[in-house]
């Protein structure tokens, strides 16, 4: 895959991912053809197909889920991907790649965490080189649970295609824009985007600009989902309409030795073949990629006083059997205005039965004044006490709340929350990006009890 592809259909010129044409909706049922007439009409598999080309069907979920939550798309391709030689383990195994937090090499514990941003290598190293894992929950075996992975690539996928037979992979980038080539077209993915690759999807990401770097959150327990609105009601938070997903196009050209990596019980295994995994002419179903605008978001917030929870910031959500518990949220923090009186307006101070994992693609989270970068991140498991910084702390509370504040719009953090306790790789815990230091932003916290004073909604009393 490279230079001498030859792409049809979806905009973006031959090859190109410029003006890419999407198709918009969550959940929907799509269909789309690159070429008129490509789709049967009146049924899925007929005994011969338009263009001589052949019918596959891909499930993401079991047959005979009721039908709100049944996802599966029929794709019509030149070649079956059945076509290609054995799979055998990839070798060298990936060394930093971790799926299965059964045993007892990852770890758990209770201490806040902070990683600096990791270096991205120097050496040639793709998307799937480039992968590491900082901790999850459960296993693809028992098909519960999630990891969640960064990666930090500078060359594109050559003559190689990757597909997760685990789970789905949810993606931040944070630096860099991605080219992502998939069975169902074409996705052009910026930091402030998000871009989620459902289990079992082929996939080819190349790198426009060069070194690139970004989060992951793998989910093993089954596909994400809008939130629940409650009493929000009908509209706010992500709308349905802004999610957009790939128009069909295909590559026919011949390439011989391409390689398909699958990750299968969190292991990596190869196969070649010769000719693309991107041959799908049409498609029709609810079961595609797609992605999303986090500037879209309509953030809700308090007007008055007092903070609103930060489930509020939903994004998206994989939930679990429990009602309103989830495997894992991804929730954002991104320009809004500030406007409770007598509040104090940063995030307070918590302990949490959900852990949490922050990630900072651009800005200065509100939360903290230093040490949190781009590309850093954070852990504070279930019930482990985290918050402002002091730093934050003194400085909030000496101007007081004040005039409404905007939170600038070159700000975006989010979070990764989990009902489930995470387990820590062994990577993550020996990083030379590991801050040791971390909890020193807390330790220098002051008492300001004074016993001679009441305060009553933030107004002093005598």
Request: charged share 15%.
């Amino acid at each position: 895959m490279g230079s001498n592809d030859t792409w049809l259909g979806c905009g973006g010129g031959e090859g190109g991912f410029e003006n890419l044409e999407y198709l918009s909706g969550f959940g929907n049922e799509f269909s789309s053809e690159a070429l008129p007439g490509a789709l049967p009409v009146g049924q899925n598999n007929p005994l011969l197909c338009p263009y001589g080309l052949y019918a596959e069907q891909v499930s993401g979920t079991a047959f005979t889920v009721p039908w709100k939550s049944n996802q599966r798309s029929w794709l019509y391709r030149i070649k079956p991907s059945v076509t290609h030689e054995p799979f055998y383990p990839q070798l060298p195994e990936h060394e930093f790649l971790v799926s299965d937090f059964s045993g007892s090499e990852p770890r758990v514990t209770p201490t806040q965490l902070r990683w600096s941003p990791k270096d991205i290598p120097e050496a040639p190293t793709d998307f799937i080189d480039g992968l590491f894992t900082f901790c999850g929950a459960g296993s693809p075996f028992v098909r519960f649970g999630y990891a969640i992975h960064m990666y930090a690539a500078n060359i594109s996928m050559d003559g190689r295609a990757f597909a997760n037979a685990d789970g789905d992979f949810l993606i931040v980038p944070q630096q860099g824009r991605l080219w992502i080539k998939t069975e169902f077209g074409k996705l052009e993915v910026s930091p402030g985007e998000i871009v989620v690759l459902q289990q079992g999807f082929r996939f080819a990401i190349n790198l426009p600009d060069g070194p690139s770097r970004g989060y992951i959150v793998e989910a093993f327990s089954g596909h994400f989902q809008l939130p629940e609105r409650g009493p929000i009601g009908a509209n706010c938070l992500a709308a349905p309409r802004d999610f957009l997903t790939p128009k069909a196009c295909f590559d026919d050209s011949l390439h011989p030795n391409f390689i398909i990596i699958q990750k299968f019980g969190g292991q990596l295994f190869q196969a070649t073949q010769d000719f693309s995994p991107f041959n799908v002419v049409a498609w029709h179903g609810n079961y595609a990629p797609y992605k999303y605008d986090l500037r879209k978001f309509c953030p809700v917030n308090t007007v008055l006083f007092d903070h609103a929870d930060p489930s509020i910031n939903t994004v998206l959500t994989l939930p679990s059997e429990k009602p309103g518990v989830a495997v894992v949220d991804l929730a954002i923090f991104t320009s809004r205005w500030l406007t409770a009186e007598h509040t104090f307006r940063p995030p307070y101070f918590h302990r949490n039965c959900m852990s949490e994992f922050m990630g900072l693609v651009y800005g200065v989270y509100e939360g903290k004044s230093e040490g949190f970068l781009p590309g850093g991140a954070s852990l504070h498991a279930c019930m482990t006490p985290h918050g402002v910084d002091t730093a934050t702390y003194e400085n909030t509370i000496s101007l007081a709340c004040g005039e409404p504040k905007k939170i600038s719009e070159d700000t975006l953090a989010f979070m990764f929350e989990s009902s489930l306790i995470p387990k820590v790789t062994p990577w993550a815990i020996s990083s030379p990006h590991l801050q040791k230091d971390y909890y020193k932003c807390w330790i220098g916290m002051r008492s300001h009890f004074c016993s001679g004073n009441s305060h009553s909604n933030g107004h002093q009393t005598s």
